[in-house]
């Protein structure tokens, strides 16, 4: 346990690399920063996308995908988890299907083979690597698919409900201050679908007074700007399409507290307004950071209530940077998020070989991108029609957008679209209203680190279990266990168990489908229970999958898509649902030996005493009575095995190909 933890520790110094500069006007390094560093050498963020081949299915197609894993804070290709884990979730939040998928330098692909006993409905993809279990579900790579089952009665279209809205309101800063003019975000949404809707309202005061109007800019989501007065209450109405009005109050208006105002009007600079009321003059501090990363850090006394801090947007890294406003006493007092566009961006050109093509012809398509740049990509190709439609979001929406924000964002794809990217206003409307769910300040500002019960996979899959006595179900700690698995190539390991009774199993190069054999040594004890327990997570998010609509009018190409399913397992069925072992070495039982002695070296001895007293210097010959004993060295601790390793099969092999016996610890 303690040597993986090093190894762990060793894969965090790695990701910590390539943390911003903090431009502090202060000799003094703020508390916040320090925090916010330690917690993210900690806590290191990985992030995963699964590019899926198609939004829609029937039932006994394959799911196909690849996963891509990056580290949270530079975007760059994360090679730390070995295993990622992908399930298929029905509406009730229950795995219908589960794989573990192995990776290498940060990729990794595979299917999932859709049976015919799913029911038509819409499905939730997620997936997730071991170490993203110590953090909340909502991080989760979290995708929704449609799977058809065309040999079932497709479900009935239910009548259409009475349309509900819901309106919402985020004041910038996070708080209305009385007598600040101040800019508040709102967002119109349909209960049902969650989409936003473009209706028209008015903010009144308590005496009636109409003081704003609002009008959602995309999406649902727009901004107004008023003063709100103190002691007064405001109240929003909405115009419905049916003629009536919705009411929702806004918040709260305080006497007393601060708020932040971003200004983003000029080419090079970003201008960020602090205001405070009812609070005497003092010292604010200013932090910013990108992912965890600090890209900026001032210091300044207000004046009559009011600084403004003038922000280089060069300074500034591509994405989401997090703007927190810091008191004199180091408590957080007011947020807002600011969006710069990735400057760096592969730019791919895919152009065919022809503009038309006949059946069965050869496609060919060739790739051009922008910059010479090492990419690792995946082309999906699938019939658009009535079923099959545009996906609405990408990685690049993924990693820079979904990822880091609160709620489900609308058409995510539309922000880096040519429209989306000139499209200022949107991106920063998108910005008041989603905030930033990564953490909060309270966890950060802890005194005492993070502590995570799930650690990451470096190596190979872990699996873990436990050992009880079976008479009275208490924990047997100290036992040593053995796990194998018989087939080929055979799989050995050993683990003993903890104070808590509890076993941990690298399962390095493990692939495919393969019984497993938990024992102890029989010859010592037998009177054990074990329990091995499920690498998959037990934590799911709030979201619920929206109910699947499918119109008489798609039912021709529902019955088309349920032919071409059986005409490929017809001529092509022998083929699915393969596995092929990657290469990996199968001749030696514990992979490559630690040490190797050639026959040829120490056959001129006589006798194996002198052969192992002579020649193996990994093991130390004793007398004990009138029987050798053989104690292997135990080379990462610089000690000798207390066992008497000789007396078990395992402790040296022959090979026939290299005519050598391996040493084996």
Not at 216 to 231: A, D, M, N, S, V
Not at 598 to 603: I, P, V
Not at 649 to 657: D, G, I, K, Q, V
């Amino acid at each position: 346990m303690k040597r993986y933890a090093l190894r762990t520790l060793l894969c965090f110094a790695l990701g910590i690399a390539g943390i911003g500069t903090v431009n502090a006007q202060s000799g003094q390094v703020n508390e916040a920063v320090n925090s916010l560093q330690k917690h993210r050498q900690a806590s290191l963020q990985e992030k995963l996308y699964l590019h899926i081949d198609r939004p829609v299915y029937a039932c006994g197609d394959e799911m196909w995908f690849k996963v891509y894993n990056v580290d949270g804070s530079l975007h760059r290709p994360l090679d730390m988890s070995k295993v990622t884990y992908v399930e298929l979730l029905d509406a009730d939040q229950k795995p219908a299907l589960q794989a573990k998928v192995a990776m290498k330098d940060g990729a990794g692909s595979g299917y999932l083979q859709l049976p015919t006993t799913l029911k038509s409905g819409n499905y939730t993809v997620r997936a997730y690597t071991s170490w993203m279990k110590n953090f909340d579900p909502e991080f989760y790579f979290q995708q929704q698919v449609t799977i058809i089952n065309t040999f079932e009665q497709l479900p009935k279209l239910e009548a259409p409900k009475a349309k509900g809205y819901t309106l919402q309101f985020f004041p910038e800063g996070g708080s209305l201050l009385a007598g600040v003019a101040s800019q508040v975000a709102f967002k119109v949404t349909e209960s049902q679908s969650g989409k936003g809707t473009a209706l028209v309202g008015q903010v009144y005061d308590q005496a009636g007074n109409e003081v704003a109007t609002f009008t959602p800019h995309k999406f649902g989501i727009g901004r107004f700007t008023f003063t709100p007065e103190q002691g007064k209450r405001y109240t929003a109405k909405l115009q419905l399409p049916d003629g009536s009005t919705l009411e929702q109050a806004l918040p709260q208006v305080h006497e007393r507290g601060y708020t932040l105002q971003l200004a983003d009007t000029t080419t090079n600079y970003v201008h960020i307004a602090v205001h405070s009321v009812g609070k005497p003059d003092e010292n604010v501090y200013l932090l910013g950071h990108t992912r965890q990363q600090v890209v900026s850090s001032e210091r300044a006394l207000l004046q009559n209530g009011k600084y403004v801090f003038r922000i280089n947007k060069a300074d500034l890294a591509d994405g989401i940077t997090h703007f927190t406003v810091f008191n004199t006493a180091g408590q957080p007092v007011s947020e807002r998020l600011y969006f710069k566009n990735p400057s760096k961006e592969l730019a791919l050109q895919v152009a065919a070989s022809q503009s038309q093509y006949s059946l069965r012809d050869k496609v060919s398509l060739e790739l051009q991108a922008s910059s010479q740049a090492p990419a690792n990509l995946s082309l999906a190709v699938y019939k658009l029609d009535s079923l099959q439609m545009q996906p609405q979001a990408h990685i690049a929406s993924y990693i820079w957008l979904e990822s880091d924000l609160k709620g489900s964002i609308e058409n995510p794809g539309y922000y880096f679209s040519k429209e989306g990217q000139a499209d200022r206003l949107g991106m920063d409307n998108l910005m008041l209203t989603h905030g930033w769910s990564r953490f909060t300040w309270n966890e950060i500002l802890e005194k005492e680190p993070a502590k995570h019960t799930f650690l990451p996979e470096n190596h190979g899959h872990l699996l873990f279990g436990k050992v009880t006595h079976k008479s009275s179900g208490q924990a047997a700690p100290g036992i040593m266990t053995y796990l194998a698995s018989p087939g080929k190539p055979i799989r050995f390991y050993n683990a003993s168990s903890n104070a808590d009774g509890r076993l941990m199993f690298e399962l390095k190069d493990f692939y495919g489908n393969k019984d497993v054999v938990l024992q102890t040594d029989f010859t010592k004890d037998s009177t054990y229970h074990f329990e091995l327990f499920s690498p998959f997570s037990s934590r799911y998010t709030s979201r619920t999958s929206s109910t699947l609509q499918l119109a008489e009018s798609r039912e021709g190409d529902i019955r088309e898509r349920h032919m071409q399913v059986q005409v490929e397992h017809a001529y092509y069925g022998a083929h699915r649902n393969k596995f092929h072992t990657p290469g990996i070495d199968s001749t030696a039982f514990y992979g490559q030996p630690s040490e190797r002695y050639l026959l040829d070296d120490y056959k001129r001895f006589k006798v194996m005493e002198e052969v192992m007293r002579e020649y193996v210097q990994g093991v130390q010959v004793r007398l004990r009575g009138r029987s050798f004993h053989f104690m292997v060295l135990n080379r990462p601790y610089k000690s000798i095995f207390r066992q008497n390793r000789w007396c078990s099969w395992m402790a040296f092999r022959y090979s026939t190909l290299t005519r050598s016996w391996l040493l084996i610890r």
